[in-house]
């Protein structure tokens, strides 16, 4: 079986596991790594570009050689290499995580609950929802979904499809660095400008595809 296919098949059933299964509860892998990117930060923080390019190749970099070696020991076995690549696809896929949450947001806002819809919109993004009314919250809902969908389900299939463990691996670090230091505030201008490029760079091929397939639905 070709490498591409057996990357294919993987990502292909880690999106049926995501589909069935949702995210894992306990021991979130993404969460892990955000720990340890907040650590390296930690260690490695100054106010300038090429300290945050250090953090970003650190972390990133340190995804995809895991996701490599992890590839690397299994790719004797075809099965191995699918079974894989579609735990790391389910790892790293939020779909069902993502649609649940809009829901939950769009049922409040449905019933008139305004507070309750302000409770559960932190979880599909960062906007503060106290300055938010209900038309804004709605909006916030609506973009969210379109990122995230990019980001969370087809970006990272592609990048799976493509490069298998290592670049569903990477994909999702680069992905979680941006979200954690790729803004501008005070302390990431400078330090989150690699980690914000590099997402950019990264999530073309899956926004391009999203557009379409958004177009095409």
Not at 6 to 35: E, K, N, Q, S, T
Not at 69 to 75: D, E, T
Not at 99 to 119: M, N, P, S
Not at 205 to 212: F, I, K, W, Y
Request: charged share 20%; with cysteine.
């Amino acid at each position: 079986m070709a490498a591409d296919r057996r990357y294919a098949y993987g990502a292909a059933a880690g999106l049926l596991g995501d589909l069935l299964l949702g995210d894992p509860r306990r021991g979130h892998p993404v969460a892990a790594f955000g720990r340890a990117a907040a650590a390296v930060e930690g260690a490695l923080w100054h106010d300038h570009r090429g300290w945050g390019a250090l953090h970003t190749t650190v972390c990133a970099g340190g995804a995809v050689a895991l996701g490599a070696l992890a590839a690397r020991v299994v790719r004797p076995s075809r099965a191995a290499s699918v079974a894989l690549t579609a735990a790391a696809a389910w790892a790293v896929v939020g779909g069902t995580s993502l649609a649940r949450e809009a829901q939950a947001v769009g049922a409040a806002l449905t019933a008139g609950d305004i507070e309750a819809a302000r409770a559960r919109l932190p979880h599909l993004c960062g906007r503060d929802p106290q300055a938010l009314d209900a038309d804004g919250i709605a909006r916030a809902v609506v973009e969210s979904v379109a990122e995230n969908t990019s980001d969370a389900v087809v970006g990272a299939l592609v990048w799976g499809a493509v490069a298998g463990v290592p670049g569903l691996l990477g994909f999702r670090a680069v992905n979680t660095l941006d979200a954690m230091v790729g803004h501008k505030s005070p302390r990431h201008r400078r330090f989150g400008w690699a980690s914000a490029r590099l997402d950019d760079v990264a999530g073309w091929p899956g926004a391009r595809l999203t557009a379409v397939l958004a177009a095409a639905a």
